[in-house]
Every structure is written in C-alpha cells, then in structure tokens.
C-alpha cells in the first residue's frame, strides 16, 4: 500500500520506491501483536528521497547503553512475526526484512528482548526508558551510518497494538525499535507481558 503522492516530485519518487509496510502477522513470541489505528504526524525535517536497500549490521543507542551486532528476522511459516530464538543470537537486536532497510523512506523496524530466562536483562531492557531527542545509529554493511533522532516512546497493549501508527508507510526514512513491557505476569496467556514499547524515531 502506497501513501497517496502530494507536493513535488522528489516526494513522489520517494514514496514510489517505498517498500510496503510489512503484513499484519498474527501474535507471536513475547514481542508484538496487531489490530489497527490512524499513522501519527511527527515532527521533524523531512527527507524527500532514500538510500539504496543496505543490510543494517549494527545498532547503537548510547543514552541507554546499547550497542549490538543486528541480526535478521523474517515471518514463521505460520505468518507471525519471527523474534531472536534462544541461542548466541538471543540477546541481539534483529532487523525485520519485511520492512524497508534503515535510511530508506519508510519505518525500518528493530526488534529485541527485554529479558530472558538464562541471561536475564537482554538487549531492548532499558527501551522503555528512552527520551525524546536522543540519538539511535544504525550501521550498514558498507560501514556508513544512518543516525536518527527519537520522537516518540509509547507504551501499546499486545491485544490492540495499532498495526497502521508502528508499521504504516512514512514520506521519510524512520525507525520503529520494538519489545516487551508493563508488568510481567507468568501465569497470563500468550506470554509474561502485556505491551509493548515502540520507539519512534526519524532520520536526521
């Protein structure tokens, strides 16, 4: 699904390269589930046109101390959204390929963890304390780097997360960094948290 095209056409050019957003997969794991709402209006300076599509290698978010190798995930067989299985790669931040590659127009999304059963807090465990105005870097397989400012930390319930606001198409490059929150609960169905945290999240 494309936006519909306004204004000049370095925009339209963007938006026609533009990857659609991802598909709307059933719940899985413990990191997200999706219903629908309206997309936001952020503020920041706009990007007219995007990069190439390059692999994300790695990510860092200094305020909160992360700095992980990225590895990728896709959709289960299922349909759901697949996240870091346990293993060497759990406590990594992953890249969802079915969304567009960090500095292309549209919502990159990065998801990890909050926590585990062995290793306890994992990559994503401080996401939810992210402010505005902070700084997120994706490095690229090309070894350039895409920074980018945060706008926006919000906390959705798994069972109304609001597929067309996280995922739905930009006019400009942006990232969407996933996870777990609100209060653990072991005995509820479908996994220990509730919510999730969605950073937004623009390219400068």
Not at 109 to 131: C, T
Request: overall charge positive; aromatic content about 6%; proline content about 12%.
């Amino acid at each position: 699904m494309l936006l519909l095209v306004g204004g000049g056409t370095a925009v339209g050019i963007g938006l026609l390269k533009q990857q659609p957003a991802p598909p709307a997969p059933r719940p899985a794991g413990s990191l997200t589930s999706h219903a629908s709402s309206a997309a936001p209006s952020p503020s920041g300076p706009a990007t007219p046109v995007g990069d190439k599509p390059i692999r994300p290698v790695e990510l860092q978010i200094p305020s909160i101390g992360v700095r992980s190798r990225l590895t990728v995930v896709g959709l289960n067989p299922d349909g759901t959204l697949a996240v870091p299985k346990p293993g060497k790669d759990y406590d990594k931040a992953a890249w969802f390929n079915g969304s567009p590659t960090p500095g292309q127009i549209g919502p990159a999304v990065i998801e990890g963890h909050v926590d585990g059963k062995v290793n306890g807090p994992s990559v994503f465990y401080r996401l939810g304390s992210l402010k505005p105005g902070r700084r997120v870097d994706v490095r690229r397989a090309d070894g350039s780097q895409v920074h980018f400012v945060v706008y926006a930390v919000r906390l959705y319930p798994k069972n109304a997360f609001p597929t067309q606001t996280v995922y739905g198409n930009t006019t400009r490059p942006e990232l969407r960094l996933i996870t777990c929150g609100g209060p653990y609960d072991k005995k509820r169905q479908g996994g220990g948290y509730p919510d999730n945290v969605v950073v937004f999240a623009y390219r400068t």
